[in-house]
């Protein structure tokens, strides 16, 4: 098993950053995958971000070149770093961990930007 902890949300003025935090409960080394997605109320989750435990990343159009999903193996963490926010990226962000077959997902953070 693994718990999944994120942080670092809050509120952003549009063109600014937001780092995100997902703290994991036990090494990421092994774990096939760990990736964010996000949602707002009335929709469906969607994806944001990927990293594989070889390093291969993937993003939804809608961040691609501003969004950069990285891990701290060492301290069992996989960042998020978001860039040039703008409002259509305010929503609940997820982390999620794919291991032996199984998904894991934290509690969410809020991630909101406005002027």
């Known amino acids: 098993q693994v718990q999944l902890v994120e942080s670092g949300g809050g509120l952003a003025q549009p063109g600014e950053s937001l780092r995100l935090s997902c703290a994991a409960s036990?090494?990421?080394?092994?774990?096939?995958?760990m990736g964010w997605h996000r949602q707002v109320p009335g929709k469906p989750r969607e994806f944001v971000a990927l990293?594989?435990?070889?390093?291969?990343?993937n993003y939804a159009d809608s961040v691609k070149g501003r969004f950069t999903i990285s891990r701290d193996n060492a301290k069992n963490t996989v960042l998020l770093q978001m860039n040039s926010l703008a409002p259509e990226d305010t929503a609940i962000y997820y982390c999620k961990a794919d291991s032996q077959g199984r998904l894991y997902w934290g509690q969410g953070t809020q991630v909101t930007v406005s002027s």
């Open positions: 990293l594989t435990h070889d390093g291969w990343t």
């Open positions: 036990r090494s990421i080394v092994s774990i096939n995958s």
